[in-house]
């Protein structure tokens, strides 16, 4: 008889447990000569050697199994204790999984070039309107390289910059003060990680979510970055965010040209940084349209009707400024 401890890392055990520890009582009850022993994040076993080393292979297939789908359902048990493909099979096109096992896929033309090109890319520039889901996308995929150990880190910034409205001062520390900026940076991840891996994560700097000012000065190796709101950085700041790409690190910027919330004397460095970058090998474009907005239906109206008005408003500057040109000499 031997003991052994076997700690479970990548996952959430509350998910691999089940609920009121079904899923444990479930293997227990498959593993009948062990005395198995689940706390926190660590399961203790007791019993023969060969049985406890059969016992340990299919905890780490479990293990693996409940990290990519984020989820451990009965079948899935029976199928891989008992050595059987699980019934759960993974789609192509699947990115991630959510924290309730529905699979995140790209869900237009658009977005599935976004994942083609953070494949063949080390450097993407995701451009559309709201809701189209360049930041969504961009995220789902730096979960997968984090989950998949290809990175180390997921490091998510954006500019701290007010949409058209002065806020004053807020309350709090520094994060408290700056984590209204970065709330949907949050609602993407907690979408995608179960809470109590994604606080692990946060605690570990595993994943690091700052305002762009805070990446001055660093060197950023083994991560996915992604910027963003990236159409309310100045020229300096999109220049200073870009030059941090360190080793075998992977940088989506994302942004919307319609919504620009910085002062109308500063040029957007999102606008400039892609006609100064448009032919660097190495760095993709991907634009999205309206086609690719995923969000409610109204949200498509009302980006085309925006788009109806900002295109009356050009061409009736236009008119105007042809009526206004000064009379030649010869005409009087």
């Known amino acids: 008889m031997i003991e052994k401890l076997i700690v479970l890392e990548d996952i959430d055990p509350v998910i691999f447990y089940g609920v009121n520890n079904a899923n444990m009582q479930l293997i227990k009850a498959l593993y009948p000569k062990l005395r198995i022993v689940a706390r926190g994040n660590v399961i203790k076993v007791l019993g023969d050697e060969e049985e406890m080393c059969a016992f340990e292979e299919n905890i780490i297939k479990l293990e693996r199994h409940c990290a990519e789908f984020n989820s451990l359902k009965e079948e899935a048990i029976i199928d891989i204790i008992k050595g059987n493909a699980p019934t759960a099979e993974k789609a192509g096109n699947v990115i991630v999984f959510s924290v309730t096992g529905k699979p995140i896929i790209p869900r237009s033309e658009n977005q599935q070039k976004l ?21 969504y996308t961009a995220i789902a995929l730096a979960v997968r390289a984090l989950k998949n150990k290809e990175i180390k880190k997921i490091i998510l910034s954006r500019p701290a910059v007010e949409a058209g409205e002065k806020l004053g001062f807020l309350p709090g520390d520094m994060k408290e003060k700056i984590d209204p900026y970065l709330q949907p940076l949050y609602d993407a991840l907690q979408d995608m990680i179960p809470a109590a891996k994604l606080q692990e994560y946060l605690d570990l700097n595993i994943i690091q979510i700052a305002p762009l000012a805070f990446m001055r000065g660093r060197t950023l190796n083994d991560a996915v970055v992604i910027l963003d709101e990236a159409q309310n950085t100045t020229s300096a700041q999109i220049k200073m965010f870009l030059t941090r790409m360190g080793m075998n690190t992977k940088m989506i910027v994302t942004g919307d040209m319609t919504q620009i919330d910085l002062p109308s004397s500063q040029t957007s460095g999102l606008v400039q940084a892609l006609k100064i970058l448009k032919d660097v090998k190495g760095i993709s474009f991907i634009e999205l349209n309206r086609k690719d907005i995923v969000r409610h239906k109204l949200v498509t109206q009302i980006v085309e009707a925006y788009e109806r008005f900002e295109a009356g408003k050009a061409t009736s500057y236009k008119l105007q400024a042809t009526s206004e040109k000064p009379t030649k000499p010869e005409d009087v």
């Not at 994942?115 to 189209?132: L, Q, R, T």
Request: no cysteine.
């Open 115 to 135: 994942v083609e090109a953070f494949a063949h890319n080390d450097m993407v520039f995701a451009i559309g309107p709201a809701g189209s889901g360049k930041t």
